[in-house]
């Protein structure tokens, strides 16, 4: 699916109408020097979902956050979910929000 | 200034009220593989920027783009620009429009 929207759409410079995909938002505490766990984060899903994702957006903040949403949705937490995110299971959850359908790979297995 | 509102916020875990601050976007090529190139210069910025920033957006696009927006206005475009940009002349651009009388060091010297 990415490759044949990439092959139709090769001749034209584009951003593949980003509005209607899903918005990614990483927000981290600069404090706490989490700026390269979330661009690590952010590239990881930009691998995986390259142009099925409309954007990624990198967001500085303060007091020891670090949250993960999708289109609004708080899908990690790291006060609430004790923790931070590991890549395979946040690609689990947002694969199940954005493509149910889709393989990860071994991002798939739990071993 | 980042200092003193990070000293001051830090006992709530927040983004800073990003809706007031600016937000920059890089569209990148995927076709070309140009996500780790968006990346670093998404990481530059926010490491000179950090919470003067609303955010950074990577959003991926193909046929050869790769820009840089500002708050909606284009400030490098590959090829209108003929290249990729440094990241000091970019830092230049982008403290000329959001904060005028910042000094950035050593990315203000030509040399």
Redesign the interface.
Same mark, same amino acid.
Not at 9 to 16: K, L, N
Not at 56 to 61: S, V
């Given at each position: 699916m990415?490759e044949s929207?990439?092959a139709s759409?090769?001749?034209?410079? &584009? &951003? /593949?109408a980003?509005g209607a995909r899903p918005?990614i /938002?990483i #927000?981290y505490?600069?404090?706490c020097r989490w700026?390269?766990r979330a661009?690590w984060v952010?590239?990881e899903l930009?691998?995986t979902f #390259?142009?099925d994702?409309?954007?990624? &957006?990198?967001?500085?903040? /303060?007091?020891?956050?670090f949250t993960v949403e999708l289109d609004g949705e708080l899908i990690w937490d790291r006060?609430r979910d004790d923790g931070f995110p590991d890549v395979a299971p946040l690609k689990r959850l947002i694969r199940d929000r954005i493509d149910p359908e889709r393989s990860l790979g071994h991002s798939d297995r739990t071993h």
């Open positions: 990415i929207a990439g759409d090769a001749a034209e410079s &584009a &951003a /593949v980003p918005r /938002v #927000t505490c600069t404090q700026l390269l661009s952010a590239q930009l691998t #390259t142009t994702l409309g954007e990624i &957006a990198l967001r500085p903040g /303060v007091g020891g956050v006060k």
